[in-house]
T-cell receptor, first 114, second 112 residues
Framework: NAGVMQNPRHLVRRRGQEARLRCSPM?????VYWYRQLPEEGLKFMVY????????ESGMPKERFSAEFPKEGPSILRIQQVVRGDSAAYFC????????????FGSGTRLTVV | GDSVTQMEGPVTLSEEAFLTINCTYT??????LFWYVQYPGEGLQLLLK?????DKGSNKGFEATYRKETTSFHLEKGSVQVSDSAVYFC???????????FGSGTKLNVKP
C-alpha cells in the first residue's frame, strides 16, 4: 500500500510561469490537505479538499493559487504566475476521515522560483 | 484563536543527553495533540500522540504527557542519539473543519 505520493519532488520555475503540484492520496483516503513550509518555518495550512469539493480554503492566498481534487486522478495545487516568494516546500496529506487518525504526509514538492 | 507555540531552536545536545522540547497550545476544549518529526529532505512522520487529558504518548524512547492544567504537551527523551537529529513539530488537531495546527518546529542537533 503506497503512501501519499507527491510529484514532482523538485520543481524549478521561472518567475511568471505556472507550477502544478500533484498529490495522490493513500488508497482508501478521501480527504486531502495541502500545507506550505517556507524556509526555516513550520507548516501552514492551505486547503482541505474531499473528492470534487473544497471544504476549507482559509489558508489559500487569494490570488494565483487554486486547488482541485477531481473524481478521478490526483489532487492538484496550481500556482499561476509564480514569484520568488512562492519558493517553498509544499506538502500534501491524506486521511480516511476527519478525526486526525491515519493522517499521512507525502514527501513534499520543493518549488524553487528563479 | 487556535495556536501551537513551541520553543525555538536549534537545540544542540551531546549524545545521551536529556531532551525537552516545550509545547503549549490554545484551543477551545481538549484537542488531540501530536508530535511529528521531519528528517532532512523528507515529509513529516507521526512520532506520538495523545487524545485526552493526562494521556501519555510514547514512541522510540520519546514521551509527551497531555497536561490540560498547563495546556502543554512537552516532548522528552532520556538519552538522545545522533540519529534523532531532525526537526520536531508539535501540533493540535481540530478547529474549523478539522485540520492540524502546527508549531514552528524545533531543530535538534545531536553531536557524537
Amino acid at each position: 500500500n503506497a503512501g501519499v505520493m507527491q510529484n514532482p519532488r523538485h520543481l524549478v520555475r521561472r518567475r511568471g510561469q505556472e507550477a502544478r503540484l500533484r498529490c495522490s492520496p493513500m488508497k482508501g483516503h478521501s480527504h486531502v490537505y495541502w500545507y506550505r513550509q517556507l524556509p526555516e518555518e513550520g507548516l501552514k495550512f492551505m486547503v482541505y479538499l474531499q473528492k470534487e469539493n473544497i471544504i476549507d480554503e482559509s489558508g489559500m492566498p487569494k490570488e494565483r493559487f487554486s486547488a482541485e481534487f477531481p473524481k478521478e486522478g490526483p489532487s492538484i495545487l496550481r500556482i499561476q504566475q509564480v514569484v520568488r516568494g512562492d519558493s517553498a516546500a509544499y506538502f500534501c496529506a491524506s486521511s480516511p476521515g476527519t478525526a486526525g487518525e491515519g493522517y499521512t504526509f507525502g514527501s513534499g514538492t520543493r518549488l524553487t522560483v528563479v | 484563536g487556535d495556536s501551537v507555540t513551541q520553543m525555538e531552536g536549534p537545540v544542540t545536545l551531546s549524545e545521551e543527553a536529556f531532551l525537552t522540547i516545550n509545547c503549549t497550545y490554545t484551543a477551545t476544549g481538549y484537542p488531540s495533540l501530536f508530535w511529528y518529526v521531519q528528517y532532512p529532505g523528507e515529509g513529516l512522520q507521526l512520532l506520538l500522540k495523545a487524545t485526552k487529558a493526562d494521556d501519555k504518548g510514547s514512541n522510540k524512547g520519546f514521551e509527551a504527557t497531555y497536561r490540560k492544567e498547563t495546556t502543554s504537551f512537552h516532548l522528552e527523551k532520556g538519552s538522545v542519539q545522533v540519529s534523532d537529529s531532525a526537526v520536531y513539530f508539535c501540533a493540535r488537531w481540530g478547529g474549523n473543519f478539522n485540520k492540524f495546527y502546527f508549531g514552528s518546529g524545533t531543530k535538534l542537533n545531536v553531536k557524537p
